[in-house]
């Protein structure tokens, strides 16, 4: 069964940048790509990016680039979501989840991130 | 960007009722849908696949259906835990897109 756990929720000030990690089970980074989806609050799932971990390619949503950057560490099997000069409308649940022939089958928990002054 | 459209954005129904949920693109997406169901506070959750594949262990009254630009989800005897928000999302072109959510209130 995969699961994919994420780390603990953030408050982060305006400009500043956080680091989300993802941790998989199993041989999840051999069979998957990993993306990252947000939800703002009371809002849709907005797709951010995400990075095949065996191949350690990354691709991102030009809205994101310059500022975001994703990561796979495949010796502890866990993906990071690094966003940059963050901003009010950053604050959301951020979502990390398996892609797999064009579809997301497995979803973390999600960590909500607070940008606030 | 491909744009998704979802109609209704809600709709109160009564356990046991049909209930049609509509996904448009805004250019032809093939079979390249999916379907997720939200609950508050939660993750989403795979439904469909490839526009009308179940996903394993999601119950039988859920089906999808639809090519190139309108797609729709379909509940076929709506069940207490049913209620939730349900979305499409499109993977025929990055950056991968989401519909905005249908929100299937009790009645």
């Known amino acids: 069964q995969v699961q994919l756990v994420q780390s603990g929720a953030e408050v982060k000030k305006p400009g500043s940048s956080v680091k989300v990690s993802c941790e998989t089970s199993?041989?999840?980074?051999?069979?998957?790509?990993i993306g990252w989806v947000r939800q703002a609050p009371g809002q849709g799932l907005e797709w951010m990016g995400g990075?095949?971990?065996?191949?350690?390619?990354?691709k991102y949503a030009q809205k994101f680039r310059g500022r975001l950057t994703i990561t796979a560490a495949e010796s502890t099997g866990t993906a990071y979501m690094e966003l940059s000069s963050l901003r009010l409308d950053d604050t959301a649940v951020y979502y990390c989840?398996?892609?797999?022939?064009?579809?997301?089958?497995?979803w973390g928990q999600g960590t909500r991130v607070t940008v606030s002054s | 960007d491909i744009q998704m459209t979802q109609s209704p954005s809600s709709v109160s129904a009564s356990v046991g009722d049909r209930v049609t949920i509509t996904c448009r693109a805004s250019?032809?997406?093939?079979?390249?849908l999916t379907w997720y169901q939200q609950k508050p506070g939660k993750a989403p959750v795979l439904l469909i696949f490839?526009?009308?594949n179940l996903q394993s262990g999601v119950p039988s009254r859920f089906s999808g259906s639809g090519s190139g630009t309108d797609f729709t989800l379909t509940i076929s005897s709506l069940q207490p835990e049913d209620f939730a928000t349900y979305f499409c999302?499109?993977?025929?072109?990055?950056?991968?897109?989401f519909g905005q959510g249908t929100k299937v209130e009790i009645k």
């Open positions: 999302q499109q993977s025929d072109t990055s950056p991968w897109t």
């Open positions: 199993g041989d999840t980074f051999h069979k998957y790509s």
């Open positions: 990075v095949i971990p065996f191949l350690d390619s990354a």
């Open positions: 490839a526009a009308s």
């Open positions: 250019q032809d997406i093939s079979r390249w």
């Open positions: 989840a398996t892609f797999y022939s064009n579809y997301f089958n497995y």
